[in-house]
């Protein structure tokens, strides 16, 4: 009873601050260098008063919001399942490659000259959503072992090897952009959710609350594969049915984050070990919360990388690099030294 009772906590305060933050992050705004703060935007975005407030909060404050919140609950969760599945503290949802396909997508979309506007709004999520799912039918490919058995050895080793080919690819052909496109996929890339329309908004709020409860029907036998690969097998588990199945879940997660926010690191690390800290590693309990503190993290790093340096942004993946890597350093240095 005191463990539903501390969920239930932390899952009212989670979402409360999320709604909070959500509300002041659209509210904040930069004019000339100067940092405001409307209250009133929701008036000002039903009554159109304030044209051009309402205009700025319709097409640019509130998709961005709303991308920042979804990608950071989609990333959390990648993390969350990730972490879970390969007993790593240190997985996160690039560790399969993923992003890099879906990134290496993209960027391909926009070095064929007119085929982005030819195509629509809809050629960016497609784009990233195939080549997130391309990137890890190669990785699954690569990690059989003997028996055409799947082990999280050869994921790992496979998705750092297609992430470098991915990088390196995109390097390439980001050599070959004229200026103007060079620096807005330059900015996509390093994390930028400034670039979302409403209807590749609705797409990917589908598909991720559709994959949220995917994962949420997996938590039991997810929960299992605490006592190992083997552990859950004997228990009655299907390990390699788990396996495929949550690696495509993470991907299809991860896919739709990178095509709404670029690269954006760490947030699929941190948010879950935080939250397994406050409420324990149960599944079913940890779903809920790293969804929300995964968009929460985001909406509250976007808002600050839009506003620190205004009138010029910060990318947000750079910012969260800035704050992940001393906490990254910190976690590797609790797992060299043992720590729970």
Known sequence: MGSRRVYALAAAVLGLTCILATYLAAALGSSAGDVTLELDWPWQWIDGADRTLAAVIAHIRAPRVAAALLAGAALAVAG???????RNPLAD??????SGGGALAVVVLHAIPGLREA??????????????QGATLVVMSLARGPGGRLTMLGLILSGVIINSFCAALITLMLSRFEPLKLRITTLW????????????LAVAAVAVVVSLLF??????????????????????VNTRKVLVRSAWAASLLTGVAVSMAGLVGYVG???????????????RSTIALSALGGGLLL???DAAARTLTAPQEIPVGV????????????????ELRGRP
Do not use: K, Y
Request: hydrophobic letters at 60%; proline letters at 5%; glycine letters at 14%.
């Open 80 to 86: 969350l399942v990730l972490q879970g599945i390969s």
């Open 299 to 301: 909406v509250v790093g």
């Open 119 to 132: 195509l629509g709004w809809w050629s960016v999520p497609l784009a990233a959503f195939l080549g997130a």
């Open 269 to 283: 690390l941190i948010v879950p070990h935080v939250v397994r800290l406050a409420v324990g590693r149960d599944f």
């Open 189 to 200: 890339l390093a994390g930028g959710v400034g670039f979302t329309e409403w209807p590749q």
């Open 93 to 98: 949802p690039f560790l399969l490659g993923v």
């Open 319 to 334: 910012l969260a690099a800035l704050i992940g890597t001393p906490l990254l350093l910190i976690l590797i240095r609790r």
């Open 215 to 236: 994962v949420r029907l997996q938590a039991n036998h997810l929960n299992a594969f605490a006592l190992g690969e083997e552990g859950a097998g004997l228990v009655g």
